[in-house]
């Protein structure tokens, strides 16, 4: 693409063009560095290039994004200056603007909608926004304005951890916001200012996400995990807690999808069972996967008194909430809680850590592949699946390194 070019000395793709109204002769060609790091591809190309060769740049979806923004700047500027006025954007506020894109986003049916909770977030970042800096025109908004956001991010404190004194007093300790918090806020956002710039309210994309943090695999202890199922089973008035949480660690599936598991999708036969997926299904273009029927889960579902032909939902012992599946299963919490207290589990867990106590088991200790654990834990990326579930032993490597010596280094493999 034309003005699009690679140094041999930089990792980036760099842009240039050619400034008419630069009063510096010498000056009037100038380069802009995109910060755009080139692919390999196009890396290998310069270096194969000859003298006077053309060098044809594939780029990437993000330069182009990147290119026809700078071109649109300039030429915008270019208008000014010839005409001596403003370009003058369409004068919505924030929240007015926020409200437009909301409205579009809850349409039913719309390709790229966005579900009631996500949009909860959206209020947030965008409340956020305007107390960091104020309810302005959007194409009034500049990078001084998202350096103020981050700096509204770090200075507020959010309340945390409640101890009760034994004067009978409460210390409420205050923390300041996460990482990934405001990694998630600023996502939003950044979407959010692609629609501006869509729709011509905004020049470009003030807000560059915050990058989140990469956490370790934070699976439940076996031995733990074995005393919380033992617990919810000892309580015979309420066996459906025991039910639907030794389901989810049997399958290793989404609550939302526990919750919304149907009889009918029990294949005794054919020994196995189809999971839906109800929260990412549409997004990801796969309504549901496919799970062994193993002897353990069919022991667990034969003693609820399921059979072939049954229809309905497994767990319909418990109320659907679509903005909050998990509320439902609330009694979790308070039963951890008092497993904490009684000192019969290291710490208080959630019920998202089921499904990575599955996922992690699976790997390393029953040793299965990382591919065959990506389609039982339906991830689209095996990335996912290695980032968040493959644990980094530190015990077994010691072990392991133990036996070194200045010997080893100099033995050899023999053949």
Not at 350 to 362: A, P, V
Not at 406 to 412: A, G, H, I, S, V
Request: aromatic share 12%.
């Amino acid at each position: 693409m034309r003005g699009v070019f690679l140094r041999k000395r930089s990792p980036y793709y760099w842009f240039r063009y050619y400034d008419k109204f630069e009063p510096e002769p010498k000056y009037k060609r100038k380069e802009h560095n995109t910060k755009i790091e080139a692919t390999a591809a196009d890396l290998q190309r310069l270096t194969k290039k000859k003298p006077g060769q053309k060098l044809e740049l594939q780029g990437t979806p993000e330069l182009w994004r990147k290119v026809k923004e700078l071109k649109s700047a300039l030429a915008d500027r270019n208008f000014e200056k010839n005409t001596k006025s403003q370009i003058i954007h369409k004068k919505l506020l924030l929240s007015e603007g926020y409200k437009e894109f909301k409205a579009l986003k809850m349409v039913p049916g719309i390709k790229k909608g966005l579900k009631k909770k996500t949009l909860q977030t959206y209020d947030i970042a965008v409340d956020h926004m305007i107390k960091a800096c104020r309810n302005k025109f959007i194409y009034k908004y500049n990078l001084n304005d998202y350096v103020a956001l981050l700096n509204y991010f770090e200075e507020r404190k959010i309340t945390g951890r409640k101890t009760k004194k034994k004067d009978g007093t409460i210390q409420i300790e205050f923390k300041s916001m996460s990482t990934n918090s405001r990694s998630i806020y600023t996502r939003a956002l950044s979407s959010l200012w692609k629609y501006f710039v869509e729709k011509n309210y905004a020049r470009n994309n003030i807000v560059e996400p915050v990058q989140g943090e990469e956490t370790d695999p934070n699976p439940i202890p076996l031995d733990d995990m074995v005393n919380i199922i033992e617990y919810f089973k000892f309580d015979k008035v309420y066996q459906h807690h025991y039910w639907v949480i030794y389901f989810m660690l049997l399958t290793g599936c989404r609550p939302s999808s526990a919750l919304m598991q149907l009889k009918e999708d029990i294949d005794f036969k054919r020994k196995r069972i189809i999971i839906r997926n109800v929260k990412t299904g549409k997004a990801k273009k796969k309504l549901f996967y496919r799970f062994p029927l193993y002897n353990e889960l069919r022991k667990l579902i034969e003693e609820m008194g399921v059979k072939e032909g049954d229809k309905g939902r497994l767990f319909d012992m418990y109320a659907v909430v679509p903005e909050n599946y998990t509320w439902p299963l609330s009694f979790w919490k308070r039963g951890i809680k008092l497993l904490k207290k009684a000192k019969k589990i290291q710490d208080e867990y959630t019920l998202k850590q089921i499904r990575s106590t599955f996922m992690s088991f699976l790997i390393n200790v029953l040793k299965i592949d990382i591919y065959t654990v990506q389609k039982l834990a339906d991830h689209a990326d095996i990335k996912v699946t290695d980032k968040n579930y493959v644990d980094f032993k530190l015990k077994n490597i010691r072990q392991i390194l133990d036996d070194v010596t200045l010997d080893t280094f100099l033995e050899e493999d023999d053949f």
